[in-house]
Every structure is written in C-alpha cells, then in structure tokens.
T-cell receptor
Framework: QKEVEQDPGPLSVPEGAIVSLNCTYSNSAFQYFMWYRQYSRKGPELLMYTYSSGNKEDGRFTAQVDKSSKYISLFIRDSQPSDSATYLCAMSLDNYGQNFVFGPGTRLSVLP | ETGVTQSPTHLIKTRGQQVTLRCSSQSGHNTVSWYQQALGQGPQFIFQYYREEENGRGNFPPRFSGLQFPNYSSELNVNALELDDSALYLC????????????FGPGTRLTVL
C-alpha cells in the first residue's frame, strides 16, 4: 500500500461545477496537510494548508481533513477554466519540508 | 509567485556527466528542501538543508549531494548521471516557524540523454 493514494484522473468538468478531489493516507502520525496546484511544467503552488483535523475555507476553495478516516478533500466551487491543472495533496509530520509525502496528483480539466 | 528562484530553467546532459542546480530561497527562509518529480508523479523528497547542514534525506543514493550557503541559497549536485535522473527538480524553502509551510520554486527540468 502506498503511503498516500490519489486518483490520477484525468477529471473533466464543465465550467461552474463543484469539483471534489481526494486523498487517502496510511500514516496516522501525519499532522500537516497541504494542497498544491501545479500547472504544466511549473512548480507546485500552495493552495491550502491545514494543521490536524477540520475544515478550512479560502475563497472558492475548501479543504477538509478527517484524521479518523485518514482522508482529506479539496473542494473547488464555481470552477473556472483557469483551474485546469494537476492538484497534488501532501502531508507531513512537520510543516517545514522534511518528511513531506506527496500523492501522484489528479489532473483536472475545466471545460468552458 | 513565491520568492523562490531556481536556475537554470532547462538543462540537457549525457549519461555519466555531473550537474549542479541552484536555488535561492524566499527572503527570511532558512530551510531549503530539494525534490525530484518524474513525469506524471508527485515530488519525491531528496534532502533538506538547515543552517548549512544536511538535515534529513530521502531514499536517494550518495551521488545526490548538496550545499547550503550562509545566505541560505542552495545547490543540488548529481554525479554520474543516469537516464532515470531525467525529471523536474524542485527547490522549496521554509522558516521552521511553526506558523507557515514551505513554498516551491519553478523547478529545473533536467534531461539526461
């Protein structure tokens, strides 16, 4: 079993749809949970950063962490063609880079 | 955009050669981590530098080495390049402040022929 699992997609949705992206993980010691957006041939861009369980909202993005189920989600409301990218989940024991584990990424296409 | 910069943008080398990649961390960040991202995969942790010393290493052989300088910038060196080393190499910086996380640079795309 991989440490972090993520459906690679591709996922295609119409503009304006609500998008749900998910990751599961096996290490119950993870405390920090991140979502990154990566455009083709670019570096990952931090979208959401959550410590421990709960929800966090930032504009059209909502991140949820359920540590009891070892499951995290990212919701994108009113999706736009500019949201088309690969979305990477990452989790860690710390928040400064060591021991970060990434999922393989989900490729999202938002169609106009 | 983050304040993390990397050079060069692209690089083509042949098998057996050596390569040096460079990273300038975001202002105020004292910790630099390097990642390798193969096509279609998530980034994999290579190692981290803090206060000019290696502070954690992933599952990469010793031919991957690095340096951090007093201004917190960093280098990644790869010796005896192999075809499988072809990837996007990402640098990320952070503060270890407990209130923030790491931010990535744009990456260097290395092709080994």
């Amino acid at each position: 079993q991989k440490e972090v699992e993520q459906d690679p997609g591709p996922l295609s949705v119409p503009e304006g749809a609500i998008v749900s992206l998910n990751c599961t993980y096996s290490n119950s010691a993870f405390q920090y949970f991140m979502w990154y957006r990566q455009y083709s041939r670019k570096g990952p861009e931090l979208l959401m950063y959550t410590y421990s369980s709960g929800n966090k909202e930032d504009g059209r993005f909502t991140a949820q962490v359920d540590k009891s189920s070892k499951y995290i989600s990212l919701f994108i409301r009113d999706s736009q063609p500019s949201d088309s990218a690969t979305y990477l989940c990452a989790m860690s024991l710390d928040n400064y880079g060591q021991n970060f584990v990434f999922g393989p990424g989900t490729r999202l296409s938002v169609l106009p | 955009e983050t304040g993390v910069t990397q050079s060069p943008t692209h690089l083509i080398k042949t098998r057996g050669q050596q390569v040096t990649l460079r990273c300038s961390s975001q202002s105020g960040h004292n910790t630099v981590s390097w990642y390798q991202q193969a096509l279609g995969q998530g980034p994999q942790f290579i190692f981290q530098y803090y206060r000019e010393e290696e502070n954690g290493r992933g599952n990469f052989p010793p031919r991957f080495s690095g340096l951090q300088f007093p201004n917190y910038s960093s280098e990644l060196n790869v010796n005896a390049l192999e075809l499988d080393d072809s990837a996007l190499y990402l640098c990320a910086s952070s503060t270890r402040s407990g209130t923030d996380t790491q931010y990535f640079g744009p990456g260097t795309r290395l092709t080994v022929l």
